[in-house]
């Protein structure tokens, strides 16, 4: 267990439109291309959404430099995310057949925009999910995930009364930008998205500063994780397990983890010396962190998200359309932690749920933070210490797969079966591996329903003039 370097909580931006001072209410927002010009003479592969557990490898064009900050990459390793599942479930809103998904890649540089000053041709890059233009007022903050300038969704506009950024492969709820799983990906704003790899440091070292290390940190920064803290985490998944590792380092005195799968159980205590395990399956959650902490964990991390509903209420509220989310393993974390404990939310949530207890957070005098990750600015923190060994991202990952092997990794990491925590996709290994086949009924039903709802919000756009492709306004 590391405890040495030991991390005091910092505070994290949480509201972006609450400007510091009059100056950075008046900072522009750029306008910026979602949809990318295409070189139709030279074909690739990606990883395209096409129907509720439906993932398939198809050949389109290449994108090509469209705004002038932007850069292309060739994929050298692409990732599939547990919260690539929230889509792969049909869990998220706003998925068109034919999208092209994932959020966590890197790769060389193959051309690069007039307006990019610190990345050039040749370079060997990572990037941010969260796309940020670096220049509005959230930028300004450092809350590069709520980014003003990079989602035009009129959709999430008015489920939130705000935006958060643009994100790659992840809905036309957060801007409909084409994702990583691919042979070729276009960068916006790549001097602020980009972040250059050290020579020292392998594709499997480098990856995961694109999403889940950073989430994991940005876990512990929410949850206000310092020294001799004793920290419950729920999800067993690659970002929970992360999770904990980063709690070790910034001095956490306990951290127990929670989920169902024993393998998952076994395999992160092995990876993550000093971690506890609870299964819920076998044990009470909240009876079981009560004998271990008799007031219960200072702090409680949830990292779930949206679709794993396990209640039966839930579960038919999900289904006839009375919630979208499930407030159940948020509920329990409030149940668990001490009275004046700190709650931290990083597993992702779409929209509206029932059956919060409101009383019981009011009353045990808690406090709550959530969010989208700002990778970009843990980048200075978390970079030196994968370099020196202190954080060790590798210990999360079980396959290194071809990009065509995605279809069946996706089935195999949902199902959550043994063996499968985090699959690493590498277009290398199988250059010309595709998926057989035209669209199913499924697809053809969805792409129905999606037409005839696409009809409406242009008409909408068109009455309002608010965009929600391609052009920010």
Known sequence: MATANVIEPTDVPMQSTLFKNPEQGRLATPTVTITSRKDEAHPMRAVEFHAKGDMKVKVRPRPMITDPSDVILRVTTSC?????????????????????????????????GPAVEDIQKGDRVLTAFDIACGQCSACHLKNFSGCDSTNPSLEQNVMYKDRTCGMFGYS???????????EYVRVPFADVNCLKVPPELDDEHAILLTDILPTAWHANELG???????????????????TAHCAFYRGAARVVIIDEVKFRLDFAAKKVPGLETINYKEKNTIEELRTKFPHGPDVAIE?????????????????????T??????????????????????????GY?????????????????????PVQKYWPTLLPLVQSGKLDPTIVITHVLGLGEAPEAYKHFNAKDDGWVKVLLKPSNDPDAITEGGPGLKERARNL????????????????GVMSTDVNK
């Open 80 to 112: 599939i995310c547990g919260s690539d599942l929230h889509m792969y479930m049909g869990a998220m809103p706003g998925m068109k057949s034919g999208d092209v998904v994932g959020h966590e890649f890197m790769g060389i540089v193959e051309a690069v």
């Open 172 to 182: 036309h709820l957060t801007g409909g930008w084409e994702g990583g799983q691919a």
């Open 224 to 242: 206000g994780v310092g020294k001799g803290d004793n920290v419950a985490i729920w999800g067993c998944g690659p970002v929970g397990i992360l």
């Open 303 to 323: 990292a779930v998200g949206v679709h794993y509903v396990q209640n039966l209420l839930h579960k038919l509220e999900v289904t006839v359309g009375l919630e």
């Open 325 to 350: 989310d499930s407030t159940e393993v948020i509920n329990e974390c409030i149940y668990a932690v001490r009275k004046g404990g700190r709650i931290g939310i990083v597993g992702a949530y779409a």
């Open 353 to 373: 749920a029932n059956h919060f207890n409101l009383g019981a957070f009011m009353e045990k005098g808690l406090s709550m933070a959530g969010g989208q990750t």
């Open 449 to 464: 329903v999606s037409g005839a709802v696409s009809g409406t919000i242009n008409t909408a756009q068109s009455a309002t």
